[in-house]
């Protein structure tokens, strides 16, 4: 996160920021990390004409506390997410969406699966926080990256005028390749 504001500071216009996060996805399976075998065509373009993070340490190997500790930027401990099943992030806890939205951006996440669900206390700051999970009548607990992006794009296709931050949060690599009627409603 500090990063981020970092490079806030130093912008002359504050930059739009695309977050991305593929939950379970290896590096070494992504071509804009050495694979060349990789079909990932859409990673490797945003790895060339944005920010690749080429080192990072995951604080926790779950989804719910390593998200936390990216969109705050502390630890476990700190934050108080320490498992999936743990409750939101710590009261009054400032995330990279709370401290966008008051430097005036436009916030959005699109979330892929019940971890990082708005129970998890990350949809605090975002303006659109774009979550079936938690009214799912069909009881889904996941969804397709494909349905994350088309709503993401939608949101990205309105006009505006600030700048913006938006999540996509994608789980696919949870779920074995498969032709399966319910992974793909």
């Given at each position: 996160?500090?990063t981020v504001?970092a490079?806030?500071?130093?912008?002359s216009?504050?930059?739009?920021?695309?977050l991305?996060?593929?939950d379970?996805?290896?590096?070494?399976?992504?071509?804009?990390?050495?694979d060349a075998k990789?079909q990932t065509?859409?990673?490797?373009?945003?790895a060339?004409?944005?920010?690749?993070?080429?080192?990072a340490v995951?604080?926790?190997?779950?989804?719910r506390p390593?998200?936390?500790s990216?969109?705050t930027g502390?630890y476990?401990?700190?934050?108080g997410?320490r498992?999936n099943?743990?409750?939101p992030i710590?009261?009054g806890?400032p995330?990279?969406?709370?401290?966008?939205?008051a430097a005036?951006?436009d916030?959005?996440?699109?979330?892929?699966?019940?971890?990082?669900?708005r129970?998890?206390?990350l949809d605090r700051g975002?303006d659109?926080?774009?979550?079936?999970?938690e009214?799912a009548?069909?009881?889904?607990t996941?969804?397709?990256?494909?349905?994350v992006?088309?709503?993401a794009?939608a949101?990205?296709?309105?006009?505006r005028s600030?700048?913006?931050l938006?999540w996509?949060?994608l789980?696919?690599p949870h779920?074995?390749?498969s032709?399966?009627?319910?992974?793909?409603?």
């Amino acid at each position: 996160m500090l990063t981020v504001l970092a490079l806030l500071a130093a912008s002359s216009s504050p930059p739009n920021l695309l977050l991305v996060t593929v939950d379970t996805l290896r590096a070494d399976h992504v071509g804009a990390y050495g694979d060349a075998k990789a079909q990932t065509p859409a990673f490797d373009r945003l790895a060339r004409e944005g920010l690749l993070v080429e080192e990072a340490v995951a604080q926790v190997p779950e989804t719910r506390p390593s998200h936390a500790s990216m969109l705050t930027g502390r630890y476990p401990y700190e934050h108080g997410v320490r498992d999936n099943a743990a409750g939101p992030i710590a009261p009054g806890m400032p995330t990279l969406a709370t401290v966008l939205k008051a430097a005036g951006y436009d916030t959005a996440a699109f979330i892929g699966a019940y971890p990082v669900s708005r129970s998890s206390g990350l949809d605090r700051g975002f303006d659109v926080y774009d979550d079936p999970f938690e009214k799912a009548v069909d009881g889904r607990t996941e969804r397709r990256a494909q349905e994350v992006v088309d709503r993401a794009l939608a949101w990205l296709g309105r006009p505006r005028s600030r700048p913006f931050l938006l999540w996509a949060h994608l789980f696919d690599p949870h779920a074995p390749a498969s032709d399966d009627a319910r992974w793909w409603s």
